[in-house]
């Protein structure tokens, strides 16, 4: 992948992760070329932050179409005006078909609040408490057809102490979040990371363990 990678963004709801990208990106910190972000809902905050970026965006809804792959098409199709190298789903609330994750097959990155393999789905923040966990974090990994299963790149993780509730929690992992994304999805666009074979390959080197960060409880890099 070349070092100035075309990125589609997709996204649903208030889109912390894609202001994260392109502040990263405003800063020179990251080398992704921010093409199109993509919202399956016309009233996703994240739609104001890429117009206040100046990058273009667009709205599939997805209750227009009569199933998953239909939508789908209609997604790639579109997409496919900008030609881009890496997809970034960034808290995009739709499940991928196979179709689609065939025709970007190790190009789409997604970030889900967890220490993945544990806690895959919904709900990740109370399960954690719930279960006592003494951790908790987030994972950016490979798109695969196996929901959230896909090889995993990079972890933040923070002690979860004793939350006042599961919203604070979710913010702090959400701090972690908005910094290692960016950083994992860099390191795909300039070639250091790989999707080979159905796993993940980092400097040359496949890898069945993500790579580790610690933070403190507030989500700051140790
Ligand atoms: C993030 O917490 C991410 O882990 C999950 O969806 C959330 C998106 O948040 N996949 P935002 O829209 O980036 O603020």
Not at 185 to 190: K, P
Request: hydrophobic residues 40%; proline residues 5%; aromatic residues 6%.
């Amino acid at each position: 992948m070349s070092t100035r990678c075309k990125t589609a963004i997709l996204i649903s709801g208030s889109g912390t992760n894609l202001q994260a990208f392109i502040d990263r990106v405003a800063d020179g910190e990251l080398q992704l070329e921010l093409s199109v972000v993509l919202s399956n809902k016309s009233d996703a905050h994240g739609l104001v932050r890429a117009k206040n970026a100046g990058i273009p965006s667009v709205v599939i809804d997805h209750r227009q179409f009569a199933d998953r792959d239909t939508f789908d098409g209609a997604v790639a199709a579109k997409l496919n005006q900008w030609q881009p190298d890496l997809l970034i789903l960034a808290g995009f609330m739709r499940i991928l078909s196979s179709g689609f994750v065939a025709r970007y097959s190790g190009r789409i990155l997604n970030i889900h609040p967890a220490l993945l393999p544990a806690y895959p789905g919904l709900d990740t923040h109370q399960r954690v408490i719930d279960a006592g966990d003494k951790w908790h974090g987030s994972t950016v990994h490979f798109v695969t057809e196996e929901l959230d299963g896909g090889p995993r790149i990079l972890q933040g993780r923070l002690p979860v102490g004793s939350p006042a509730s599961s919203n604070e929690l979710a913010t702090r992992v959400q701090a972690i979040e908005h910094q290692i994304y960016p950083e994992a999805a860099g390191w795909v666009g300039a070639g250091r990371v790989e999707f080979r074979g159905g796993n993940a390959w980092i400097d040359g080197v496949q890898t069945d363990e993500p790579i580790v960060q610690t933070f403190d409880a507030r989500g700051n890099r140790l």
